[in-house]
């Protein structure tokens, strides 16, 4: 069965620190990659897509990923991290044209004063 | 911009209710999908609807139907209510679901806790 693994559930750091979560997936044919970010108490955001082209895709918010192929991974970072960007963030894999969602389970970031 | 319009926001129902969520697209999008996100766990796809048809069906229970009208809203009709059932509904809306590039935008979600 297809999955997606988010590596960690929690993570907290202080404001200008540098932030990477892992994404890995599970499934051997063609996908599009997305991280979305949950604000509390409000709906998914999209921060960045992978379709093809450039590996390393650029997204909102000085958020960027990195798809690498052959580990079947798409890490998201952010150089220097700011209070704003404390929330939930979850990656997310489309494999077929339909377009459904396959969500890992989320990290939650808090970012420290 | 339009965004994806969920109603209502929050809703409270006993076991063995029935319970209603609506959902209204972004204007011109012909494709809709539901997903279910329980407490502290990410978001489940329920089932989507292209053009007014059902396109995918994900684990939705039985006790769940769902449909898309002719003005592409779409409605998540849910029936003896569960305690389990208590979750966060999101709605999302896309362009044309056949192509594989176009992105999804979320609606702030339904809360519904079942008493």
């Known amino acids: 069965a297809q999955s997606v693994s988010q590596h960690n559930h929690h993570v907290i750091l202080s404001e200008a620190a540098s932030l990477e979560l892992g994404c890995n997936y599970s499934?051997?044919?063609?996908?599009?990659l997305f991280w979305y970010v949950q604000y509390p108490g409000q709906h998914l955001q999209l921060l960045l897509k992978?379709?093809?082209?450039?590996?390393l895709v650029k997204g909102i918010k000085g958020f960027e990923a990195e798809f690498i192929k052959s580990k079947f991974s798409f890490n998201l970072r952010k150089p220097s991290v700011q209070w704003s960007d404390t929330a939930e963030y979850f990656c997310?894999?489309?494999?077929?044209?339909?377009?459904?969602?396959?969500f890992g389970a989320g990290t939650q970031v808090v970012v420290t004063p | 911009a339009a965004g994806v319009i969920q109603s209502p926001r929050h809703l409270i129902k006993e076991k063995r209710e029935t319970a209603t969520l609506k959902c209204y697209p972004i204007?011109?999008?012909?494709?809709v999908y539901w997903y279910q996100q329980g407490p502290g766990q990410d978001p489940q796809f329920l089932i989507s609807?292209?053009?007014?048809?059902?396109?995918d069906k994900g684990s939705i229970p039985d006790r769940f139907s769902a449909q898309q009208f002719s003005d592409y809203h779409s409605e998540l009709n849910m029936s003896s209510l569960e305690l389990g059932d208590s979750a966060l509904y999101f709605c999302a809306s896309s362009l044309t679901g056949l192509r594989s590039y176009n992105e999804q935008f979320f609606g702030p979600g339904t809360r519904l806790t079942v008493l």
């Open positions: 992978y379709f093809s082209g450039d590996p």
């Open positions: 609807f292209y053009e007014k048809m059902q396109s």
């Open positions: 499934y051997g044919g063609t996908v599009n």
């Open positions: 997310a894999v489309k494999t077929d044209s339909w377009g459904k969602l396959q």
């Open positions: 204007p011109r999008h012909d494709t």
